[in-house]
């Protein structure tokens, strides 16, 4: 059995990890902190997991998190760079939920994340947990990275084309809609049900912290410099990311439903949608998937791509889990199989 320890259990995507991994087979979990509910029943906060997981929460430290083998951090940016060294030194393995090992330059993380990185070296050595880009090299990482819930719905949209050459790499648009758990479970004016109940709008027009993240993901898959606008935005429903991926098409590209199903056949958990499907984000809620789907609108040369998950689920705790069989030896989709609610 693995060893499990949560670092921010209290959090949504730290309770959806423990909804998931409750009734996940080869795991016990064994340590879940929280500095500001520490000596509470996890069930006592959550009543949802009564008779699923037993115990309280623990403050964080790495004297209580020595005996796991594996740590998820569901913690804020800032907090798993400053505890990940001491767990590895110990031969804890790192799953970051968070954005800290994500960008492999310390000066881009610097600059977005608003202080120096204190582990630059571990930015080298963190594996991007994304299965469907860097599925062998998570195999036998012992720190990931786990993508943010935006740029895991841009990038899968967007990977097909990029990495065949099928489209203009100097102007792809995404123009994406969060639910406001997205922001966390924090209590913030801004997130009142009065601010955010009855009003769609966009932010971080200007940068968000996740456009050099998509940006290097694509870069990545193309091998060379991207031009991307990426346009988040809140409206109002809990959980969900719906995104809209506008690209233009070069000369000679091809089948494009076939070019998709092509790149993702036997992928657990993408989804390609039949063609003229409109992807709906209540079909993915609670489930480790993404539905996509392409379209060619009627006039000029552009494409469209309509990608949508569970910002909780494939966008965070799910796709850790799925980064953590991958590690483990464990079949990919042991603890993920369900199906979503409708309605
Ligand atoms: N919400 C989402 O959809 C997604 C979130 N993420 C990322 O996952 C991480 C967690 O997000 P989310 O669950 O929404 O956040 P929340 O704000 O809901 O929860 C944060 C958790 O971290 C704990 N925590 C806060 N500060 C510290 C600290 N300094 N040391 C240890 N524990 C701390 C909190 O408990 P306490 O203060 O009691 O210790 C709480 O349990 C963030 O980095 C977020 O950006 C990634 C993808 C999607
Ligand atoms: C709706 C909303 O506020 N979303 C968050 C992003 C979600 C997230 O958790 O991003 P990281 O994992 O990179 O921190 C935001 O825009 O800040």
């Known amino acids: ?21 409750a009734l996940h087979p080869e795991c016990v979990i064994s340590v879940v902190t929280s500095r500001s509910d520490a000596g509470k029943r996890v069930d006592e906060l959550y009543p949802n997991l009564r008779g699923f997981v037993d115990g309280v929460f623990v403050e964080p430290s790495a004297n209580a998190l020595a005996g796991c083998d594996l740590v998820f951090f569901a913690t804020p940016n800032g907090t798993a760079m400053r505890m990940a060294e001491a767990l590895l030194a110990q031969g804890v393995k790192v799953i970051d939920l968070s954005a800290d090992f994500r960008l492999k330059d310390p000066a881009v993380w610097a600059h977005w994340y608003g202080e120096s990185h204190v ?115 809140l409206i109002p429903m809990i959980r969900g990311i719906h995104a809209t991926v506008y690209a233009e098409l070069n000369a000679g590209y091809g ?63 799910g796709q850790a889990v799925q980064n953590m069989n991958l590690m483990f030896g464990v079949e990919e989709t042991v603890g993920l199989r369900s199906v979503g609610l409708y309605p």
């Open 119 to 233: 582990s630059p070296h571990l930015l080298q050595e963190a594996v991007y947990g994304l299965p469907e880009v860097n599925r062998a090299l998570i195999r036998s990482a012992r720190l990931i990275a786990c993508p943010g819930c935006y740029p895991t719905s841009v990038q899968l949209a967007l990977l097909p084309l990029v990495e065949s050459g099928a489209i203009r790499l100097d102007r792809i648009i995404a123009d994406v809609k969060s639910g406001v758990s997205g922001a966390g479970r924090k209590a913030e004016i801004p997130m009142l049900m009065s601010e955010t109940g009855e009003s769609l709008k966009a932010y971080s027009v200007k940068g968000h912290r996740h456009w050099p993240e998509i940006r290097q993901g694509l870069e990545q898959a193309a091998g060379q410099t991207v031009g991307l606008t990426f346009v988040p935005h």
């Open 1 to 21: 059995m693995i060893r499990i320890g949560i670092v921010g259990g209290t959090g949504y995507t730290g309770v959806e990890l423990l909804r998931i991994l």
């Open 255 to 317: 089948d494009l439903q076939a070019l998709f199903e092509e790149r993702y056949r036997g992928e657990p958990f993408v989804d390609i949608l039949p063609p003229g499907s409109h992807p709906d984000t209540r079909n993915v809620r609670g489930v480790n998937r993404c539905q996509i789907a392409v379209h060619r609108p009627l006039e000029g040369n552009t494409v469209v791509i309509l990608s949508v998950i569970d910002n909780l689920v494939k966008g965070a705790a």
